[in-house]
């Protein structure tokens, strides 16, 4: 099944940094479907925003330090735990393993890396759709 | 995890001149003069004060460097600076358990790890970058450890049991 509007509704919301609406979208998602649906966009979302911002030039020097400075942003955002934010960026374009790593907690660990990732880019309104749209259509092809 | 303020020490631990010789060259990166310390350390309890003194170096040192006021942000950045000079070898550091460190050091009190020797190599890590940063001469690293030294001392004398 495909990335649902809905799903795709609430990722945008949260990174165009729509909270009221993002949290009321995430709230009435059918939680069996987000579980599939939601999270291939999300990881999708992640995988191209670390890729777009580490592949030409990530060594873990610089990894550390992005995740130190997403850390460093707020109480929240300094509970999630530093090497499984490290591991979950190389993952993307090493050979990190992170199969050990539950998968809940990759999940709320890419979510916050990613709306950090897509903060620093700045990207404006076409931009963030187009990051979007790439997003969703490599999520359908891996529900595919 | 278990939730601790400080080192664990033993009581009578006591700090020798070799100790404080080793760990004035681990700081300044001078190999030869820990090895040959290394070499000069024989006993089975030889290395005993060594642990002691480390952390008591690292307090002062955390504490000299953020003084009263810090926040959490500047501790996650320290952290990974230290975790950054080390390069490949970040891996040495765990970087939940320096943190616990530091501001545990800073009077925090927060969940420490439990594995002495993960503690010690994250107090020495950030030991030396902290060194390094406030630009210590060899006049204020020798008052810093003959510092650490004395509390090293009197936090053994005050583990001692009263009769």
């Known amino acids: ?144 | 995890m278990a939730l601790l303020t400080g080192s664990a020490q033993e009581p009578g631990t006591t700090v020798s001149d070799l100790h404080m010789v080793y760990l004035r060259g681990q700081i300044s990166g001078e190999e030869g003069v820990m090895r040959e310390a290394l070499r000069r350390l024989a006993g089975p309890q030889a290395m005993d004060g060594l642990l002691p003194l480390i952390y008591e170096a690292f307090v002062i040192a955390v504490q000299q460097k953020f003084g009263p006021a810090f926040t959490r942000s500047q501790v996650i950045r320290l952290v990974a600076q230290v975790r950054a000079v080390l390069g490949e070898g970040a891996e040495l550091v765990d970087p939940v358990t320096a943190e616990a460190e530091v501001l545990l050091a800073l009077g925090q009190r927060v969940p420490a790890s439990a594995d002495g020797t993960v503690r010690a190599a994250a107090q020495m890590a950030v030991l030396d970058v902290i060194v390094r940063d406030l630009d210590l001469d060899e006049d204020a690293i020798a008052t810093l450890l003959n510092q650490a030294r004395q509390n090293t001392g009197r936090r053994a004398v005050s583990a001692q049991p009263t009769e």
């Open chain 1, 1 to 144: 099944m495909p990335v649902s509007d809905e799903q795709f509704a609430t990722l945008s919301a949260q990174l165009a940094g729509r909270f009221d609406e993002h949290k009321r979208l995430l709230d009435e998602l059918d939680p069996i479907a987000a579980r599939t649906g939601y999270s291939a966009l999300v990881s999708a979302a992640f995988s191209i925003a670390v890729d777009r911002r580490f592949a030409k030039n990530g060594d873990v020097g610089r990894v550390v330090e992005f995740v130190s400075d997403v850390r460093a942003r707020s109480e929240a955002t300094a509970q999630i735990d530093p090497r499984t934010a490290e591991r979950v960026i190389l993952a993307v374009y090493t050979d990190e393993q992170i199969d050990d790593i539950d998968p809940r907690t990759s999940f709320e660990t890419q979510l916050v890396l990613l709306a950090a990732l897509i903060a620093d880019a700045g990207y404006d309104t076409p931009a963030l759709d187009e990051f979007l749209a790439e997003a969703r259509q490599v999520a359908d092809q891996w529900l595919s």
